[in-house]
Protein backbone atom coordinates (compact mmCIF):
# COMPACT_ATOMS: atom_id res chain seq x y z
CA UNK A 1 0.00 0.00 0.00
CA UNK A 2 1.29 3.29 -0.98
CA UNK A 3 0.80 5.80 2.17
CA UNK A 4 0.57 9.64 2.35
CA UNK A 5 -2.22 9.66 -0.48
CA UNK A 6 -4.81 12.00 -0.01
CA UNK A 7 -8.30 11.94 -1.34
CA UNK A 8 -10.31 15.13 -1.95
CA UNK A 9 -13.94 15.52 -2.76
CA UNK A 10 -15.61 18.59 -3.45
CA UNK A 11 -19.43 19.75 -4.62
CA UNK A 12 -21.50 22.56 -4.40
CA UNK A 13 -23.16 22.50 -1.41
CA UNK A 14 -26.01 19.36 -1.74
CA UNK A 15 -24.26 17.23 -4.70
CA UNK A 16 -24.05 14.63 -2.11
CA UNK A 17 -19.99 14.51 -1.03
CA UNK A 18 -20.32 14.20 2.31
CA UNK A 19 -22.79 11.22 1.87
CA UNK A 20 -19.85 9.64 -0.34
CA UNK A 21 -17.40 10.64 1.89
CA UNK A 22 -19.24 8.98 4.75
CA UNK A 23 -19.62 5.61 2.47
CA UNK A 24 -15.71 5.72 1.90
CA UNK A 25 -14.65 5.66 5.46
CA UNK A 26 -17.54 3.10 6.34
CA UNK A 27 -15.80 0.44 3.60
CA UNK A 28 -12.30 1.27 3.13
CA UNK A 29 -10.24 1.28 6.36
CA UNK A 30 -6.79 2.58 4.42
CA UNK A 31 -8.57 6.17 4.60
CA UNK A 32 -9.01 8.60 7.77
CA UNK A 33 -11.33 11.75 7.69
CA UNK A 34 -9.34 15.16 7.60
CA UNK A 35 -11.14 17.30 9.99
CA UNK A 36 -11.74 20.55 8.50
CA UNK A 37 -11.69 24.37 10.93
CA UNK A 38 -14.16 26.22 9.84
CA UNK A 39 -15.65 29.53 12.34
CA UNK A 40 -19.28 29.02 11.35
CA UNK A 41 -21.43 28.45 13.86
CA UNK A 42 -21.94 24.35 15.08
CA UNK A 43 -24.60 22.18 14.08
CA UNK A 44 -26.70 20.17 16.61
CA UNK A 45 -25.61 17.13 15.70
CA UNK A 46 -22.20 18.23 15.08
CA UNK A 47 -18.92 17.18 17.68
CA UNK A 48 -15.92 19.29 17.62
CA UNK A 49 -12.80 17.34 16.53
CA UNK A 50 -15.28 14.82 14.57
CA UNK A 51 -16.58 16.64 12.19
CA UNK A 52 -14.52 19.74 12.18
CA UNK A 53 -12.39 21.89 14.54
CA UNK A 54 -14.74 24.98 15.60
CA UNK A 55 -12.74 28.03 15.91
CA UNK A 56 -13.45 31.65 16.65
CA UNK A 57 -12.27 33.85 13.95
CA UNK A 58 -9.76 35.62 16.20
CA UNK A 59 -8.44 31.53 16.63
CA UNK A 60 -8.34 31.05 12.77
CA UNK A 61 -6.14 34.26 11.93
CA UNK A 62 -4.02 33.37 14.49
CA UNK A 63 -3.52 29.84 13.26
CA UNK A 64 -3.57 31.68 9.80
CA UNK A 65 -0.57 33.74 11.06
CA UNK A 66 1.66 30.82 12.37
CA UNK A 67 1.56 29.35 9.22
CA UNK A 68 -0.73 26.50 10.41
CA UNK A 69 -2.91 26.01 7.57
CA UNK A 70 -1.81 24.36 4.52
CA UNK A 71 -4.72 25.90 2.34
CA UNK A 72 -7.97 28.22 4.22
CA UNK A 73 -10.40 30.39 2.20
CA UNK A 74 -12.73 32.83 3.56
CA UNK A 75 -16.26 31.39 1.85
CA UNK A 76 -18.78 33.98 3.33
CA UNK A 77 -18.48 37.11 5.68
CA UNK A 78 -16.14 36.18 8.22
CA UNK A 79 -16.56 32.31 7.19
CA UNK A 80 -13.26 30.56 7.43
CA UNK A 81 -12.24 26.84 6.58
CA UNK A 82 -9.03 25.21 6.06
CA UNK A 83 -7.31 22.43 6.69
CA UNK A 84 -4.45 22.31 9.09
CA UNK A 85 -1.33 20.96 8.31
CA UNK A 86 -0.83 19.29 11.61
CA UNK A 87 -4.04 16.94 10.84
CA UNK A 88 -2.74 15.78 7.46
CA UNK A 89 0.46 14.95 9.46
CA UNK A 90 -0.99 12.94 12.24
CA UNK A 91 -3.68 10.89 9.53
CA UNK A 92 0.00 10.26 7.66
CA UNK A 93 2.05 9.21 10.67
CA UNK A 94 -0.37 6.39 11.23
CA UNK A 95 -0.03 4.84 7.90
CA UNK A 96 -3.28 6.05 6.04
CA UNK A 97 -4.61 7.76 3.43
CA UNK A 98 -6.15 11.36 4.25
CA UNK A 99 -9.67 12.06 2.94
CA UNK A 100 -11.26 15.32 2.42
CA UNK A 101 -14.93 16.94 2.55
CA UNK A 102 -14.30 20.73 1.73
CA UNK A 103 -15.88 22.83 -1.11
CA UNK A 104 -14.68 23.33 -4.15
CA UNK A 105 -11.80 26.40 -3.99
CA UNK A 106 -10.46 24.11 -0.87
CA UNK A 107 -10.46 21.09 -3.40
CA UNK A 108 -8.52 23.01 -5.71
CA UNK A 109 -6.13 24.42 -3.26
CA UNK A 110 -5.56 21.06 -1.74
CA UNK A 111 -4.81 19.29 -5.23
CA UNK A 112 -2.27 22.26 -5.55
CA UNK A 113 -0.61 21.64 -2.62
CA UNK A 114 0.03 17.56 -3.00
CA UNK A 115 0.15 17.44 -6.90
CA UNK A 116 0.04 13.05 -7.75
CA UNK A 117 -0.40 12.54 -4.28
CA UNK A 118 -3.73 13.70 -4.36
CA UNK A 119 -6.77 12.44 -6.39
CA UNK A 120 -9.22 15.33 -6.17
CA UNK A 121 -12.80 14.71 -7.39
CA UNK A 122 -15.57 16.80 -8.16
CA UNK A 123 -19.38 15.35 -7.70
CA UNK A 124 -22.29 17.25 -9.49
CA UNK A 125 -25.62 16.58 -10.24
CA UNK A 126 -27.74 16.97 -13.08
CA UNK A 127 -28.77 20.71 -12.31
CA UNK A 128 -28.71 23.51 -9.92
CA UNK A 129 -33.03 22.99 -9.28
CA UNK A 130 -31.74 19.47 -7.76
CA UNK A 131 -29.28 21.24 -5.61
CA UNK A 132 -32.03 23.63 -4.29
CA UNK A 133 -34.29 20.61 -3.85
CA UNK A 134 -31.68 18.63 -1.62
CA UNK A 135 -30.92 21.59 0.66
CA UNK A 136 -34.73 22.50 0.89
CA UNK A 137 -34.95 18.54 2.18
CA UNK A 138 -31.86 19.53 4.39
CA UNK A 139 -33.56 22.08 6.31
CA UNK A 140 -30.60 23.21 8.25
CA UNK A 141 -30.69 27.01 6.89
CA UNK A 142 -32.67 30.19 6.71
CA UNK A 143 -34.06 30.93 3.25
CA UNK A 144 -31.25 34.16 2.89
CA UNK A 145 -28.66 31.11 3.42
CA UNK A 146 -29.90 28.39 1.15
CA UNK A 147 -30.16 31.33 -1.28
CA UNK A 148 -26.53 32.60 -0.65
CA UNK A 149 -25.43 28.76 -1.22
CA UNK A 150 -27.52 28.29 -4.41
CA UNK A 151 -25.88 31.32 -5.70
CA UNK A 152 -22.52 29.99 -4.78
CA UNK A 153 -23.06 26.37 -6.34
CA UNK A 154 -24.05 28.01 -9.15
CA UNK A 155 -20.63 29.37 -9.93
CA UNK A 156 -18.79 26.68 -8.28
CA UNK A 157 -19.94 24.47 -11.28
CA UNK A 158 -17.79 26.31 -13.72
CA UNK A 159 -14.65 25.06 -11.69
CA UNK A 160 -15.35 20.84 -12.36
CA UNK A 161 -12.71 20.92 -14.98
CA UNK A 162 -10.05 21.88 -12.37
CA UNK A 163 -10.32 18.09 -10.33
CA UNK A 164 -9.26 14.98 -11.57
CA UNK A 165 -12.74 12.97 -11.87
CA UNK A 166 -16.21 14.05 -12.12
CA UNK A 167 -18.75 11.97 -10.30
CA UNK A 168 -22.42 12.68 -11.56
CA UNK A 169 -24.87 11.94 -8.23
CA UNK A 170 -27.76 10.72 -9.43
CA UNK A 171 -28.43 7.16 -8.52
CA UNK A 172 -26.63 7.20 -4.87
CA UNK A 173 -25.70 3.38 -5.15
CA UNK A 174 -24.19 3.94 -8.44
CA UNK A 175 -22.26 6.80 -7.51
CA UNK A 176 -20.95 4.89 -4.16
CA UNK A 177 -19.35 2.29 -6.33
CA UNK A 178 -18.14 4.61 -8.75
CA UNK A 179 -16.50 6.49 -6.32
CA UNK A 180 -15.48 3.21 -4.32
CA UNK A 181 -13.65 2.27 -7.65
CA UNK A 182 -12.04 5.72 -8.21
CA UNK A 183 -10.41 5.65 -4.55
CA UNK A 184 -9.68 1.89 -4.34
CA UNK A 185 -7.19 2.39 -8.23
CA UNK A 186 -5.71 5.77 -6.66
CA UNK A 187 -4.64 4.33 -3.01
CA UNK A 188 -3.58 0.30 -5.12
CA UNK A 189 -6.18 -1.32 -3.17
CA UNK A 190 -7.97 -4.29 -5.41
Known amino acids: M ?25 TLPELTFSVSATTRSQRPNEVHGKDYYF ?19 QVYDNIFYGTLRSEVQRIHAIGKHAIFDVDVQGGINLKRQFG ?59 TLEEAEGMVKEFIGVL
Not at 2 to 26: D, M, Q, R
Not at 55 to 73: D, M, W
Not at 146 to 158: C, D, F, M, N
Open 116 to 174: ADALSIFVKVSSVAVLAQRLETRNTETPEKKAERIAKATSELQYEGAFDKILINEVLNT
Open 2 to 26: NTGKVIIFSAPSGAGKTTIVKHLLA
Open 55 to 73: LTVEEFKAKLAAGEFLEHQ
